[in-house]
């Protein structure tokens, strides 16, 4: 019943023409790109700025330093302070936020759609004049840390960040997004300062707009706002090894009530032929209560409190995880039970009704994802950023509907040939 009636809103909602929104793409002289989205249906507007600037740039010794510079830019611009800044936006009826992530950070804001100018000057005043003030440095720092420190107590958590490092190795991949205590007191001002410096420029600027506005007015203003930026030149990249699965097992001892289990392997990037077969592999084994883990391994023998699979898009190799939270004294049985799973569809094709469920249910979330404003501002800037193209959604979509038993089955075969375990547990 869960599953039919999963399968029956992915249909109703693939019915509804979410990407149907008018949409410009416009290459500033300067090189950075605008795109606008023209939404009349929701009266808010929300603005995506993403950079080419994250981990995937960053060393063992300066981790987590693009997050911490955006730690420190919302503490202030040169016009205001960060309480003064978010207390203009709060009365916009909006909100701004500023991250480091892996393969892009962004400054994401989001106000009523009749406040889009002054929403839009916000975002260019914090991305373009933050004060960076050496003041902010040390408590930002110890913030950071705490986050680190609670992130780490944390078990699961804890068991993805260990399981990335074994995974990824020497590619930068493994390192953690927020950094560690070490590699963050390493980070001063004057780096702060100079990465932001290398990296904000405006070839490597992606601004996006969605919501109830007029693009040729919105394209207008990001010239204004924008469009004296002047270019910075290529950022030179170190050439690293592509990741390969170690296929090792580690254990992790932590104080905690239950036991994580996490294996996977290096899977396909983003733009990869292989990308979407691989996201309905994953749906089949952990898509929701209708995923072949969740049905297996926690419904019916009981093996687990949590089943899941992750495979999130990057620009370069992803990973595939299959996650289980579990009983301490299951945990040999449940990892046992796991691996059997990964033999069974690596071993017999999946079934056409299965399939079809498994395609509707990452369809149908994939659409619900992309109905906010918010959202679609982000995925316009992201797709953007990752070099896939604006029509990507749809191509994307059409390569989902298309995948066969045969493509499930090889691509398991592949991609869980190799498998690296990762078990945290209590002593």
């Known amino acids: 019943m869960i599953q039919t009636t999963l399968a029956l809103l992915a249909v109703a909602l693939l019915a509804t023409p979410v990407g149907a929104a008018a949409q410009t793409r416009e290459r500033l002289d300067n090189g950075l790109i605008v795109i606008v989205r023209e939404n009349p249906v929701a009266p808010v507007v929300a603005v995506s700025l993403l950079v080419k600037m994250g981990t995937r740039w960053e060393e063992p010794a300066n981790a987590g330093i693009s997050n911490f510079v955006h ?7 040169e016009k205001r302070s960060g309480a003064e800044l978010a207390e203009a936006i709060a009365a916009l009826g909006g909100k701004i936020t500023a991250a480091g992530d892996v393969d892009y950070s962004e400054i994401r804001a989001s106000a009523l759609s009749r406040f889009w100018r002054e929403l839009l000057g916000f975002t260019a005043e914090l991305a373009l004049a933050p004060k960076f003030s050496p003041g902010e440095v040390d408590g930002e720092r110890d913030w950071l840390v705490g986050r680190i420190q609670k992130r780490r107590d944390n ?5 993805f960040d260990e399981f990335f490092a074994t995974l990824y190795g020497v590619h930068p991949y493994a390192l953690q997004v927020l950094g560690t205590p070490e590699s963050l007191g390493r980070v001063d001002h004057a780096a702060i300062v100079a990465w932001y410096r290398r990296f904000y420029r405006p070839e490597r600027m992606t601004l996006a707009v969605s919501g109830q506005v007029s693009a040729a007015e919105v394209l207008a203003e990001a010239r204004r706002l924008f469009g004296d930026l002047p270019r910075g030149g290529p950022v030179s990249e170190l050439s690293r090894p592509a990741p390969m699965s170690p ?10 009530q239950q036991a994580q289990i996490l294996v996977g392997g290096i899977a396909p990037s983003l733009d990869h032929p292989d990308h979407a077969a691989v996201k309905v592999l994953s749906t089949i084994l952990g898509g929701g209560m209708a ?13 687990a409190y949590t089943a899941a699979a992750y495979y999130d898009p990057v620009r370069e190799p992803g990973a595939l995880v299959l996650y289980l939270g579990t ?4 945990a040999a049985k449940a990892e046992e039970a796991l691996l059997q799973e990964v033999e069974r569809v690596r071993t017999d094709p999946v079934g056409a009704d299965e399939l079809q469920r498994a395609k509707g249910y990452l369809l ?3 659409t619900m994802d992309r109905r906010t404003n918010e959202r679609q501002a982000w995925y316009l800037a992201f797709y953007e950023v990752e070099g896939v193209g604006q029509d990507y959604a749809e191509r994307y979509r059409r390569a989902v509907e298309a995948v066969t038993p045969g493509d499930v089955l090889r691509v398991a075969r592949q991609y869980l040939g190799t498998l690296t375990t990762l078990v945290l547990r209590p002593r």
């Open 71 to 77: 730690a420190v830019m919302v503490r202030g611009t």
């Open 155 to 159: 078990a699961p958590a804890r068991a």
């Open 247 to 256: 296929g090792t097992r580690r254990v992790v001892e932590q104080p905690a």
């Open 291 to 303: 995923g072949r883990l969740f049905v297996e391994l926690r419904d019916k023998r009981g093996l």
């Open 327 to 330: 009983a301490p004294g299951n």
């Open 364 to 366: 149908g979330r994939y």
